[in-house]
């Protein structure tokens, strides 16, 4: 992750105002910054989104392409997750640089996103052994300001909500081959349910309290965090513990509770954001990259 | 490697045999048959001081799980940056053998191995002294040579016997257990059918695999990888099940160590 050099001084003072439920920007400890999220940003994608939390701007573009399915699991479609972390973010990640930090963004969201309950699997096969939905999801990290896996995980379940795929029919033709057809309405679209994909939420711990949606210099303060994968009914589909540090085996339960407490609200506030925008229709105003 | 034009080649796409297994003849993993209990580990043998040219080694067998670790270092660091002047480095690699599991694997480290490596890292930094080493690194190479299930729990603690055999600095032994959720019973040290489990129970409620490492003396956890759907409560209960496991074997990986060190400098005849 890209780093900044905190002087001791300044350490010792976030550390204090945490101890006092207090943090640089004012906000509570369970808090998180000022979120925008938008979908359908990019016209040729299935599903896009776009969220910025506070300093930290992510982009997420879901193709969906026919492939093979996987041969111990014939009659499911999957997911694959690449995570592209852009010079653009920082000039750390010129180069390969970004790569580490890529491919570890990665294996987790393919923990945390690709078990059976989380999303449907079953409903992306077309013709079982044969034929499947691959939807490729892709993440461009534009601005990086901590706390890159929540918004990962929130513009996720935003472009799944707003990925279409086309319905289509296998049909056999004379010499015995497989025939794809795609309707000709292109309205005519499957969509995804998206009530079980999880939201990730990171809890870092400074001093002896945690913190939610912490910012770089937080980061730099706190020398052990968990981060925890949960769904809207409260179950628990990811759990790591990162950083160079120990934690107590308390500490890890209170941090999990809390993250789930954190984690399952929400939910609920972002599936009723998402509705509203469909809602909107044609009639919406995109805000797009420039607003 | 160029390919040689003139031979045969197979077809360019080859299929393991046992996918074509009918699902009866696939073993059920329901239950341990009386072997060893649900919260049971198998039996451990661990060894120090294999290999001769590393600077300290470990070969653990549980089960049929086989994980061999050799350390080398401290050596100078390769990259200098800021933090390296202060503290040392500890670079992981975890490497899986190809013939290690059911389907073949290849050589090139695939993005599975450098998660397994990242998450060995994270587990064996906490217990390091590295700030003893500053401007070095230390390298611990894990190769896991049959994978019978639980390997990073075994890799870590096989990682740490080789550290303390190299005498590496370190707060405390770094000790690893798996578990796999099954429903509402839990399996300790789960063998690699159980973590797989049943395809068809994969879409059950509560199907979960955890690993923690832990350092023992000082009741601190250094890792915590847990995957798959499951209720926080059963989270929590797995997390003091696997501690539990961590001290059951606790004496053997002591005995171990203790062995090594005795052969390395042996006490003075009285």
């Known amino acids: 992750m890209a780093a900044v050099r905190l002087s001791e001084a300044e350490k010792v003072y976030i550390i204090h105002g945490v101890r006092d439920d207090l943090r640089l920007d004012g906000r509570g400890c369970e808090d998180y910054r000022h979120m925008e999220i938008e979908t359908d940003v990019v016209s040729n994608t299935d599903g896009s989104a776009k969220i910025s939390l506070g300093h930290t701007d992510v982009l997420v573009g879901i193709k969906a392409e026919i492939g093979k399915p996987k041969p111990m699991v014939p009659n499911e479609g999957y997911l694959e997750f690449f995570v592209d972390c852009s010079a653009n973010a920082t000039p750390e ?4 640089g970004g790569e580490d930090l890529g491919v570890e963004l990665s294996n987790t969201l393919y923990k945390a996103f690709n078990n059976r309950r989380s999303v449907d699997l079953r409903s992306l096969c077309i013709s079982p052994g044969e034929h499947c939905w691959v939807l490729y999801v892709d993440v461009l990290l534009l601005q990086c300001d901590g706390n890159l896996f929540d918004a990962m995980s929130i513009a996720i379940k935003a472009a799944l909500f707003n990925t279409r795929i086309s319905k289509v029919q296998i049909s056999e033709d004379d010499e015995g081959g497989k025939e794809i057809e795609l309707s000709d309405d292109p309205y005519d679209c499957m969509r995804l349910n998206v009530e ?6 990171t809890l870092c711990k400074i001093g002896h309290r945690h913190v939610v949606d912490a910012t770089l210099q937080e980061k730099a303060c706190s ?3 968990v981060l925890i994968s949960v769904t809207h009914r409260g179950t628990v589909t990811c759990v790591r513990k990162m950083g160079r540090g120990s934690l107590d085996p308390e500490s890890i339960f209170e941090m999990t509770e809390a993250g789930k407490r954190v984690g399952k609200s929400l939910h609920a506030p972002l599936m009723q954001l998402l509705q509203e925008e469909e809602s909107l229709g044609k009639k919406r105003q995109k805000v797009g990259f420039l607003g | 490697m160029p390919f040689d034009t003139k031979r045969i080649r197979g077809p360019e796409e080859s299929q393991s045999p046992l996918l074509f297994l009918s699902p009866d003849k696939v073993p059920e993993s329901s239950s341990r048959q009386g072997v060893r209990g649900n919260g ?8 120090c001081g294999l290999i001769s040219q590393a600077k300290g080694s470990a070969y653990l067998e549980a089960g049929n799980t086989k994980i061999i670790c050799s350390v080398y270092g401290p050596k100078e660091t390769e990259r200098k940056d800021e933090t390296d002047m202060k503290t040392g480095r500890l670079v992981c690699d975890f490497r899986l053998a190809p013939f290690s599991c059911l389907k073949r694997g290849a050589w090139i480290q695939g993005s599975e191995e450098r998660d397994l490596s990242a998450a060995l890292l994270e587990s064996l930094q906490p217990g390091v002294c590295l700030h003893k080493y500053p401007r070095s690194q230390i390298e611990v190479n894990v190769m896991v040579l049959e994978n019978d299930g639980s390997i990073l729990a075994h890799a870590i603690t096989c ?5 303390a055999d190299g005498g590496i600095e370190m707060y405390d032994v770094v000790l690893g257990c798996a578990l796999r959720q099954n429903g509402d019973s839990c399996l300790v040290d789960p063998s690699y059918t159980e973590e797989c489990g049943n395809w068809q129970a994969g879409y059950g409620e509560n199907q979960g695999c955890v ?8 009741n601190q956890v250094s890792g915590l990888n847990a995957e798959g759907e499951m209720r926080e409560d059963s989270l929590t209960d797995a997390v003091r099940t696997c501690m539990d496991g961590c001290h059951k074997l606790y004496p053997v990986y002591q005995q171990a160590l203790i062995r090594a060190v005795k052969k390395k400098a042996p006490p003075p005849e009285k």
């Open chain 1, 93 to 96: 990640f010129e180069g390969r």
């Open chain 1, 196 to 201: 079980n994909v999880p939201c990730i939420v």
């Open chain 1, 223 to 225: 020398l052990a965090s």
């Open chain 2, 40 to 47: 049971d580990v198998r039996p451990v043998f661990a060894r």
């Open chain 2, 159 to 163: 990682a740490s016997m080789a550290l």
């Open chain 2, 211 to 218: 690993t923690l490492a832990l350092l023992p003396n000082l």
